[in-house]
Structures are given as C-alpha cells and as structure tokens.
C-alpha cells in the first residue's frame, strides 16, 4: 500500500503536537511562580500523544486502512493534547487575566503567554488535523 | 453506503466529538474556576444564599436603602437611584472643581454663545482607565453646556489601558431611561465640534485613559484644524461670547509619567509631560482669537504646569476639573455659568516646574547595582523585577510642606534658603513666586469671604488615668463673613506652624490641622463655623527621643510658641503667620493678616512634651520601622533634606545603590519569618462545637467572649482557609455556619459591580435583569483629588453614603478602595485614585467616606497601606525613607482615618474595618509582612480591627511572614470553588513558599505562634463581615442554593451531546468492522 493523505497529515499532527510538548515545557521552564503545578505528566500525556499519533500513521501500512489501533491512536492522542493545551491554558487563567489588565507590565508573564497561546494553536491544529484525516482513507492502493 | 466510507464517517465524527468533549470540558472548568467573575461580567448567578425570612428568622432587617430609592413595595427603583447619582456627581464637581484664576469673565451668562477648544472638549477626560474608572453612560461638557436632557445614545465612556491595550466600551450600549437635568444654557460653536469630532478619527481619545512613560496628549495642531475646515474661524464671529479650552492629563494605575518622558517630535513646554505642549498653546492663541474671554479647563489629577497661562493677561480664568466623572461635567457647568459659586481649594501644589519638587530627583525605576548577585527572591507571581528601589531623601518636604517651609526660611534668611540649589524657574536665588504657580488649598470664588476668630479657642486637654491615652484638642470658631455680591460657601481651613529651632527637628513652616464648609451664604451673611483640631497632628515624631523604658523614638511636642491660622490655603495662612511674627512683609509673596492667626504659648504644664508618646489606644509609642532607612543598615550614605541646610542637602539622584549589608540582604530576601514545627499547639482549641452560628454575632462587640467560643468551633483547616482566600470569593465554614460569598470589589468611586449582577440578588431591593437601568454601572463619581477638593467633610461623608447604597443594590460588602495614599510628587500615575498631598486632607477624606459607607453596611478598605509612592516597579519596590517622614506624611492620612476619632462614642470605637495592603515595601520589608507596621503601628497603636487583605497575590511566597505579620488575608482574584476546585494545596499561588515547600492544611500544625495569629486573623476578617450588609442575608435557615446559568447550561450540554455522538460515531464504527468481518 502506498502512504496516503492522511499518513502526511498525522505526520504533521506529531510534529505539531511534538511543538505544542515542547512549547508547553518551556512556557512551565520561565519561571517557578507560574510552572505547571504537575508539569511532568502534562509532558507524559503529550509524549503519549506524540506517539499514538505516530502509530496511527505507521498502523495502515501493517494493518490495512481504517483499522482499529489508527481509530482509537486518534481518539486517544486528541484527548491527550487537549488535555496538554488545556492545563496549559487553565494553569494560566490568572497570569493572562492580570496582563490585560492591572499587570501588563510583567515581561515575562507575556513571555509565558506567547509560549501558552503557541502551544494551544500547535495542539489545536493538530487535533483538527487529526480529524481531517479521519475522515479520509488512510492508505491508497499500489 | 459501502463499509469503508461508513467506518470513516463514524470515525471522523467521533473525532470531532472527542475534540469537542474535550473542548467543553476544558471550558466548563475554566468556567467553574471563575464563576465568581464570569458572574460579574455577565450579570448571570452561579449560587444564592437561600434562607427562610418569617418573623423568627428576619431577613434584610439590618441594613436598607434610603425609601427614596425604593419602590413602594420595597423592591429597588433604578430611576431614582440613577438621578441621586447624577445629582451627587454634579455636587461633587461643582464644589470639588477649583478656580484658579478669574479676572472677571466668569461667570457667563446663560444665552452665552460659546466655541470650545481643544480636543478634550470634544472628548472628555472623565476617570482613570485603570482604577477609578469612569463607567458607563455619562454627561459630557457639550451636553452639559447647551442640553436639558440625555438619552445617553451616544455617551458610553470607552477606556483604553497602558502599553497598547485595545479600547473598549464599559457597557456595550444603554437601552434604559432618558434623564433630564438642568444646563448652563449655552449655545455651541458646532463648527468646531465638528471639526473636532473630525479630528478624533486621527487623534483618537477616550474617557478613561493612562499617563504613559513616553507621554503625548494628543492635540491636534492649528494647521490640522484648518485642514478640516479652512474656514472654521468664520464662527468665531458668532460664538465669540467666551472660548473655553479644555486640557487634560490623564492618572491610572500601573504606569507613571517619567522625568523627560515625552514623545519624539510633540514640542512641550518645559520638555516634561504635564507642562503643555506647542499644540496645547496654540489652541489658546486660538481662544484669544475667538473671544475676548479666554477661559481654560484643567483636567487633571496631578499639578500642571501652568505658570504660563497665571502671567498671560490674555487668559481671563483657569478652572481646575479634574477627572469629573460620568457626571461632573453638570457641576462644571453650574460654575461656569454661575449657577454655583467656586468652593474648592488644590489638593496639591502646582509649580511652575514639577521637576522643582525634592521627591523628583529620585523617582522612577532605580535598581541595585548588585541585584543579579544577592537578590534570590523571585518577583513572585506577577512576574515583578526584583530590586527596584527608591530613596526618598525629601525627608519630610513633601509637596506644600517643600515649597512653603523654604519660602519662610529664604524670607527668614536662614538655611541656605535662597541659595538657587533646587531652583528651576528661578535663576539667582530660589524664588517662591517664579517656583509656585498655586498653592496647596487655594481657590478663588465669584464673591469674597472675611474669616475672623471669635475669641479664644477651647482647648479639651486631658489624659486617660488608666492608659495614660491622650485627648487634645482646640476648637476654633472662625465668622465667615460673605462681604461679596453673590451667594456662595467657603472652605475653613486651620493650619499650624510648631516652634522650630535651627539643628533641631525638623519641622513643616506650615500644616493643614483640618477644615469645615461653611453653608451657602447670601451676601452679607455670616455664619461661625467651628474646627476641631486634633493637636496630634501639630506634634513632631523624633526617632532619637529617649523614652527611659529601653525604646527610643516618639512623638513629641516642643515648648514654645504654636500658631494657628486661618486661610485660603497653606501660602495664605503661613503669610497670616510671617505677620504676625513680624516678618520683613517685603521680602514675602502676597500679603498677611495677623488677625487671622492665633497663637498658643504650650509650655509643660499645658501640654507635656511626652503628651502623645502614648497613643489613642494607651499604648506606648517607639521606633517601629528602622528598617525603613536605608542608614540603619548603611549608615551615612544618604542625606536627607534639612531645614539646617537647603543647599547642602537638597536631594541627588540616589541611582545604582549597591547591596552590602548582610540584614538587608536577608530583608530584601524575605527571610523574615522563621516556621516552627515542633511547638506544643494542644492549648489551642479548634474544632469545638459551642452551638454559636455566624449569624447570632451581628453587634457583637470585638472584645466579647463569645467571639472565642465562635474562633474555638473553626477547624484549623476552615481557618487557614479563611486567611488565605481573602476575596473577592471568600470562603465559608460549615463550623460557623458561612457559605463561600462574593464579598470585594473596586473602586473609590463606586462599586465595580452592574446594578442588574448583584451579588445578592436575593435582596428586596436587587434590581432584575430585566430592568431597563439594569446594566447601569456605579463607578460614576469623579477622581479622589476632586473629592478631596470639595474641603467639604459633609459631602465626602455623603459619598461614602451613597457608596454604601450601591453596595447594597450590588450585593458588595467590602470595598477595595478608596485610595490613601500620598501624592508624594505630581508624576504619580496613581494620583487620580488618592486624594491628596496632604496627609490630613486625605485622612479626613477617606474617614468620612468610609464612616458613611458603614452606615449602609459597606467596609471600606483604603489601599495601598502603605508607601504606594509610585507606580513604575510598584510591585515590591523599596521606598526608604526616615520613621518621621513615614509617620507624619504617609501614615497620618491612615491613622486619621482608622482612629476616626471624630466619630467614638463612649460605647462605641469608630474606625474604617478594612485595608488593603500595599506591593511595595518599607524599606526593606514587604510592608504585607512588616510587624512594625501591621501590628505595632496599626493594632497596637490605632486600634484597627478588621479586614487587612493583601494587594493581588501579593507576597504569596511569603505565606508565614504575612499572617505573622498581622495581615489578615490575601487578596486571591480568580479563586472560587474551594475546599473542591481550589484547595490549599491545589491554588497555584502558594506552591512555591520561601519554606522550599508548598502550602496545605497541615503547613502550621507545629506553630503556635502562628495558629494564634490565625485565630486572630480570622476574628479580624469574620468581626469585619459582622460590620457589614452580609449580615442581611444570614439567619438560622441560611444555606447555599446552585443556579443553572445559561453558561453553564451550554457547556453541560456541549458535553452531553459531543459524548453521546462520540459514543455513537464508535458504536457505528465497532458495527461496521463487525458487519466487514462478517462479510469476509
């Protein structure tokens, strides 16, 4: 079988999320004050994520389009990055609310914002890939 | 449809749904984390206290709503409260708003054909963008000019933050009542509102604005105006009756102006952002153009710098505004037109140059040399630099005190005086005329006032034989005469000059002791008003005084020759002074009258020299913050300013101070508070069951045993609980009987809360959502420097009142405002949210303000305590100062404010029952964990009880040091849901603690010390609510109700149907692998 689309589009998705990881561990790296409060298991679930996604790209080839481990790497992966981007996100509520406000002066506090908001729209697109390709066939015929 | 395209359907629509589960459920915590201030936002009610009201369990019973703003059947009427809004806002302006100058063109008459000039007369400078903003429909100058009534279409007041924050409306539109009011009458230029309704598409200006580090105002040129229309001064010809121009300078939180501060390319005056700019006086060479009554509009909450326009004869009259609010332009109007006589005097010096100040030369972001080397600590959860300070080597010359001392020493001839150190405006010798453009508590009238002692004053001096606690007092009676041709009310303010010897302690030429109004007075009229000085504040506070007991440092009053006068401001009443001294009357600035002035001979055996080193409470007064001098630890290398020697001591620029001392280095390290693990804690009781409920404590004295059985019940866990989630959602105990409530909320100038988003909607008078007025927003009154300008005690009570009111239709009960602290130099971004220089200005502000507001069950809670002189690194920036200056400038405002003597009865201890602490430090110590000043200073000394909130997520590293302290909470914004959602050891905020470790329900289990302080801490914070209106909603039946708000119905449902069509999308998928198997 030859790779399809969607063997490219998960592809990115791991590289996306991959980005999303690593964006997420350094936005928890800037400062002790705003880290994420259970930093090692959001980059686990995102190392995960990273992985399934991989599988379900490499799963067609050995085991046939639409297979099950393609179908449930993909559930799985986009409920793991959502959980990456949304601790992320939620960890951060108060930084982001005070820099549109009272504390728009905090450098790094913006810093860790970009950071955030960078690996919420890597995540995010890679779930959206995901679910692109779904909806696709995986592999195509020689 | 074949299998394949089935199973790919199924599972991509299970993708989407997963995502989409994942999406809502990400939104609904997000939602639930903050559904305290989602509430707010969107008027919606997560949860209501839900109690039975009969007659044995009464409801609503204890604090209500003046009749005239309720409906007959006691639900709340909007209109009305709207209209007493407006009304007291116009009050304000017109008694607060002051004028500077008049030659005779005010007041105009009604019929006056009128051409404003200048871009803020078209767009209106009215609150602050960050702070006290101005809110919600208002009233501009053009309506308030030439208009009776207002639909407020197209008047929403828009804000727009610092550092490039987008501009937004304070309410999207406005759909309720249209309100009528009485205008000046005046017929507009429209041509040049036009044009400057053109104008604003380029020089885009809102309601609520910043100050900014690189400041431009935005004035639009002469030669842009032309562009627009080249023909514009045709109009002139027929509104030529007067031209007002209107200048403005904006204040808000978090940003100050900076010394040279300017925008490339905007020419201004003096090269600093409050003198004007080419632009800004080229529109009043067009106002001189357009009439021969050319009148300027100051809209500020900082000195100006208008010395040019006090010398031009052109300029007929200068009105000082400031920050109106949403309908302070109706009481501009009343002025201008001469419906309302001026009354207002400065709540600051204006000089010709701000630079002049002595706190000038050392403001601004200055940092250690070697903060990268000994500075460990972080800057804490909002990301704050570390190792920013500032020396305030004015010492005790602070504003007016700078300004008038030196010019009686340069006429004395004494001090190095005269000497040009210093001197901007002057060139050979400093000069007061050339320095000062108008002084502290000046303000002219349309009529004149004669001001005459009736006799002797009482002097009420007497000591508690118990505590030692003093009580002295004079009480002057001054006649105020109205000897002018129309009616009109005047300030009474008394000032003092204390006995100084040259070496000795230094000491202020001249000091506001406190003022009165007088009523409105026909001409001839005459009324005595009476003036209760509390002579405290004529003492001098000498940190080298020996007081025999081991302590040093105390306040002190010297023999010898004290004087009183009356005035139009500190320069008029110290001229009174000079006279009467005998003083060569040539060398001086204006004239004086003697007979305005009293003078006390106070010798020991009238007043002891030790009198007030025993304070209110009995408790012996000392050094209390040593750490706040940067000699304590360093000796010699600062130099404070010094009557002994103005030139030799006037202030350098103390940059790059470098760090040797290994105590401040530990201070500034926070290692103030050592946690103890091990201590014996079995004697304290919690968890007790004394069958006492929060609701029985209502007018339970502080003292009463009983608060202890009710502390006993508290766990130690509801207690830390209590101390540590100080607001805006606090909360609740089971033990005591509390549910967790939406108590805090800003500002100074109204609750920050819709009417139709009460927190209390419970209550009869709540205003429903459906009410057109509804989305009315109550922070409608002008900034603290116009309050403060009134010099009208009764009026800054009546505002605290009405404060108080809102709150009750918002369901607030503690206020985060209003501002305290000191204008310590015009450049104070700030300045718009505290009321004055003037220690005794601003404390009798803020008392009388926050005395009303408890009438309807409000606890206002003045921030920033203490030392919050500047905006730039505001957050844990180090001012240093000596303990005088902290104790007779900054702190008095407090004390006034907190002792409230003016109000004790003999069963009854007033006082404000709330604070807010400061960012900054005291020197070298967070002032949220210095014990010389939360305990010693404020308990022990003044006697404060009540609620001491921390600044947001302030100092949440230092946990310990904080409730050691005698702070009683933190300020937690965001955090809701607890003992669930948010947890002592879940809140992010106290994670990273100095102690290496993170906060949970065990983290003082092994410190006596602090579990007492806790118990303590949370009396303060719970004996506060008692105070207050949350005291309506509690009875024996009360309990916690949840509400299913739209939003939280849209994620539930969100969730509920992405699951089910996930769950669907992989049953298809399953059946149809299943179905293909079978096939195969």
Known sequence: MKKGIVFYLNLVAALLGAAGVALAGYSSSLSTENALSNGGLVIAAGVAGVILVVLAAWAPARMGDHNPVTAVSVLASIALYSYVYGQCVLQRILLIAGLFSYNSGNTLGWTIFYATVGCAVCMIVACILLIVGSFCKSAKAA | MKLQTKKALARGISGIACFSLCLSMILGIALEANAATIDTYLGTTSEVLASDNDEENPLYDKFTPPEELLNEDGTGNSNALISAAIDLGRREAAEGSVLLKNNGALPLESGSNVTLLGIRSHVNLLGSSFGVKAQGPYISLEQALSQNRTDFANTIAWSV??????????????????????????????????????????????????????????????????????????????????????????????????????????????????????????????????????????????????????????????????????????????????????????????????????????????????????????????????????????????????????????????????????????????????????????????????????????????????????????????????????????????????????????????????????????????????????????????????????????????????????????????????????????????????????????TEDFISKTLFSVSKTGYPISNQLPYADWNYYQPGEVTYLSRTDWAGTYPKSYTDMTLTNEELINNLNGKTYTLQTEDDTSDILWGQDNGIKFYEMFGVPYDDPKWDQLLDQLTLEEAMYIFTFGGPSIPGADSIGTVETYMTENAGNGIAVNLNASKDPAAPWAIPASDPNGNWHPEVFGNAPLGASTFNPDLMYELGEFTGIESLFTGINILWGPGLNTHRHAYNGRNGEYYSEDPVLSGVAAMEFAIGALDYGLVAAPKHFAFNDQESERGGVSPYMTEQRAREVELRAYQIAFEATKYDTEDYDAGMRGLMTSFSKIGSIECTTSEGLMTEILANEWGFIGYAVTDIYDDTDLWSAVLNSGTTCFDTRGQAGFYSTTTLSSSNLFQNLVEGRGLDEHFIDGDANLQLKLKEAVHKNIYAWTESHLMNRYNATTHIESQLTWWRAVYYGMAGVSGIVMLAGVGVYIMASAHKKEEE
């Open chain 2, 161 to 602: 933050g610092s550092r490039g924050a987008a501009p937004s409306a304070t309410i999207t539109e406005w759909k309720g009542d249209e309100f009528d009011f009485e205008g000046a009458g005046f017929n507009l230029n429209q041509t040049m509102i036009d044009i400057y309704e053109k104008l604003g598409e380029t020089y885009v200006h809102y309601e609520n604005e910043p100050a900014a580090e690189v400041y431009d105002p935005g004035e639009p040129s002469v030669d842009e105006i032309a562009a627009v229309n080249g023909s514009y001064k045709d109009s002139f010809v027929e509104y030529g009756d007067a031209a007002i121009v209107v200048i403005a300078r904006p204040s808000a939180e978090s940003v100050d102006y900076l010394p040279g501060g300017v925008a490339e390319g905007v020419e201004f005056e003096h090269g600093e952002p409050l003198s004007l700019t080419k632009n800004e006086l080229d529109a009043i060479e067009l106002a001189k153009e357009a009439s021969d009554k050319v009148i300027v509009l100051i809209s500020s909450s900082a000195s100006v710098e208008i010395g040019t326009l006090k010398d031009d004869p052109d300029v007929d009259a200068i009105l000082w505004i400031g920050a109106p609010g949403c309908y302070g332009m109706l009481g501009v109007a009343d002025i201008l037109c001469g419906r309302v006589s001026p009354s207002g005097g400065l709540f600051d010096i204006f000089t010709t140059y701000n630079m002049s100040a002595p706190a000038m030369q050392n403001m601004g972001k200055m940092y250690y040399s070697n903060t990268d080397e000994v500075i460990t600590r972080t800057g804490g959860v909002m990301g704050f630099t570390p190792g920013a300070y500032t020396i305030e080597a004015e010492g005790l010359y602070v504003g007016y005190r700078y300004y008038e001392t030196r010019y009686y020493d340069s006429v004395a001839g004494r001090g190095n005086a005269s000497s040009p150190v210093g001197a901007y405006a002057s060139t050979e010798s400093w000069d007061y005329d050339k320095e000062v453009t108008y002084g502290f508590g000046y303000g002219l009238s349309y009529t004149d006032f004669t001001f005459e002692f009736q006799g002797e004053p009482t002097f009420d001096i007497s000591v508690d034989s118990e505590t030692g606690a003093p009580n002295a007092y004079a009480t002057f009676d001054v006649k105020v005469t109205n000897v002018g041709d129309v009616a009109g009310k005047t300030s009474v303010q008394i000032y003092g000059q204390a006995p100084y010897t040259i070496g000795g302690l230094e000491k202020s030429a001249i000091q506001l002791l406190n003022f009165e109004k007088s009523d409105v007075l026909e001409p001839g009229q005459s009324q005595v008003v009476s003036v209760k000085v509390d002579l405290q504040y004529i003492a001098s506070y000498d940190e080298t005084y020996d007081n025999g007991d081991g302590t040093t440092g105390t306040y002190v009053m010297d023999p010898g020759s004290y004087y009183f006068s009356v005035g139009n401001g500190a320069h008029d009443a110290l001229n009174n002074i000079m006279v009467a001294q005998g003083m060569d009357t040539s060398k001086m600035v204006g004239v004086g009258n003697a007979a305005q002035v009293y003078v006390k001979e106070i």
